[in-house]
């Protein structure tokens, strides 16, 4: 079946510092991949679409400056929170689609102290 | 910029009855719905998804779509409070980006 892990779980860090969250997909073959934050009390907002042969697409308020994204391939992403400030505290989901059906990792929950 | 409106906001069920949630988009090429539980503290999960209008069945839950109103409705009958949760719908237009409402959230009561 298809599956898409997310390491790490959760994590803390520092305010100020950065951490680097990773997705991969296992059992079919990811056309694309969204990261997405739910902060607290909020929905799911869209980062970044990253899909093959395209450039990775940043919504309004966020920045590849801020969430740097690797796509090196077709199964695995990574997404950098540099510069962690409280309000980057959340849920980080990686959503992996092979076109039709969309699959999410069980997220990494980022806490800022 | 697709938007995609849920409501209510929050429902309240006696268990064993039934739960009714909608879901519109504002794209006129919405192509295609996902409905997702998620429940307090945990990621996402997918109950069904939906590209074709009519009616799809899955056990106890029920999406209907309508694509000329661009509104899809998810109903769960017998709820129970196990089914209490966040409930999100998704929708995409012609491409791979997924856009998500804010959600309804469900509470089946003993």
């Known amino acids: 079946g298809a599956l898409v892990y997310q390491y790490p779980r959760r994590t803390i860090c520092k305010s100020g510092t950065s951490m680097r969250m990773e997705c991969q997909a296992v059992?079919?073959?990811?056309?694309?991949v969204a990261w997405y934050r739910q902060s607290p009390q909020k929905t799911f907002e869209l980062i970044a679409l990253?899909?093959?042969?395209?450039?990775?697409?940043?919504e309004q308020n966020f920045t590849q400056e801020k969430f740097p994204i690797s796509h090196p391939n077709l199964s695995f992403s990574s997404m950098t929170v540099l510069n962690a400030y409280l309000e980057d505290r959340g849920l980080y989901l990686c959503?992996?689609?092979?076109?039709?059906?969309?699959?999410f990792g069980p997220g990494t929950r980022l806490t800022v102290l | 910029q697709q938007k995609v409106q849920q409501s209510p906001e929050s429902l309240i069920v006696p268990e064993g009855g039934m739960a009714s949630l909608n879901c519109t988009s504002s794209?006129?090429?919405?192509?295609y719905f996902w409905w997702y539980r998620q429940h307090s503290g945990k990621s996402p999960k997918m109950l069904m998804?939906?590209?074709?209008?009519g009616e799809k069945e899955e056990g106890r839950f029920t999406v209907h779509l309508n694509k000329a109103s661009l509104h899809t409705s998810l109903h769960i009958r017998d709820s129970q409070p196990s089914d209490s949760a966040l409930y999100l719908c998704?929708?995409?237009?012609?491409?791979?980006?997924?856009?998500f409402g804010s959600g309804t959230r469900l509470l089946v009561s003993p």
């Open positions: 794209d006129r090429n919405v192509d």
């Open positions: 990253s899909t093959v042969n395209s450039a990775i697409k940043y």
């Open positions: 998704a929708a995409s237009a012609g491409g791979y980006k997924v856009v």
């Open positions: 959503g992996a689609r092979d076109f039709y059906e969309q699959y």
């Open positions: 998804s939906i590209f074709s209008n």
């Open positions: 059992g079919f073959q990811a056309t694309s």
